[in-house]
């Protein structure tokens, strides 16, 4: 049974970039699509952007110019970096994998999901 | 703003059957994309509850139950249970943003 795990800084200073690591264990990490989601404290749910675990991305139109996702295969891991954050980016942040038909990101949905990792951002 | 937009909160008794709605546009649900759901207890990571717009995973109860209408989308929970209360968001597919959308969420209380 796959699961994941977030790790990463808890607390990141504003205008500094934001770098969190998803390690996938139970299972490959090839094959599939993987994502990161944020949860701000008490809002909703924001898909944040996945990647191929070739390498292929798309992201949040809304953070596309502060975001990269990218994977390393050999430690079954990938990873999140958000650059100039702000307040507003203090959120609990998942990663998940994308379930469903591989590439038919229309109809795909996020099974399973990491347990979380809340990100503080403040001075 | 959510993309797709849900009642922020519903209520029912132990027993009763309550659904949550799920509205979206011609770019996403009325586009024909499939529509998700997940369950969010208290402190907890979302979990999957119902996948293309009716499917149950292995071990959700038939109580749980989806479908999908035009541009809309419903979630419905019969037989309310205590450990149901938790927060409900729906996921679908929005094709002016290229990405997936979620519902602002629906927090469901039992009396």
């Known amino acids: 049974q796959v699961q994941l795990q977030e790790s990463g800084p808890g607390l990141v200073k504003p205008s500094e970039t934001l770098s969190l690591t998803c390690t996938v264990s139970?299972?490959?990490?090839?094959?599939?699509?993987w994502s990161w989601i944020r949860q701000p404290p008490g809002k909703g749910l924001e898909w944040i952007g996945y990647?191929?675990?070739?390498?292929?991305?798309n992201y949040n139109p809304s953070l596309k110019s502060r975001v990269t996702i990218s994977v390393d295969t050999s430690k079954n891991q990938f990873s999140l970096k958000l650059r100039s954050v702000t307040a507003a980016d203090t959120a609990v942040y998942y990663c998940?994998?994308?379930?469903?038909?591989?590439?038919?990101?229309?109809?795909?949905?996020?099974?399973?999901w990491g347990q979380g990792t809340l990100v503080t951002v403040s001075s | 703003q959510s993309v797709l937009t849900q009642p922020p909160s519903v209520s029912g008794a132990p027993g009763q059957r309550v659904t949550i709605s799920c509205s979206g546009s011609?770019?996403?649900?009325?586009?024909?994309?499939?529509v998700h759901w997940y369950q969010q207890l208290p402190g907890t990571a979302p979990k999957l509850l119902i996948y293309?717009?009716?499917n149950r995973p292995s071990g959700v109860p038939d109580r749980f139950s989806g479908s999908k209408s035009g541009t809309s989308a419903s979630l419905a929970i019969t037989g309310l249970q205590a450990e149901d209360e938790a927060d409900y968001y729906c996921?679908?597919?929005?094709?002016?943003?290229?990405?997936?959308?979620f519902g602002g969420g629906t927090k469901l209380t039992v009396l």
């Open positions: 139970g299972g490959s990490i090839s094959s599939y699509y």
């Open positions: 011609s770019s996403n649900i009325g586009a024909g994309y499939d």
């Open positions: 293309g717009n009716s």
């Open positions: 996921q679908s597919y929005d094709s002016s943003l290229s990405g997936s959308v």
């Open positions: 998940a994998r994308v379930a469903g038909i591989v590439g038919a990101t229309q109809y795909n949905w996020f099974d399973p």
């Open positions: 990647i191929y675990y070739s390498g292929s991305t």
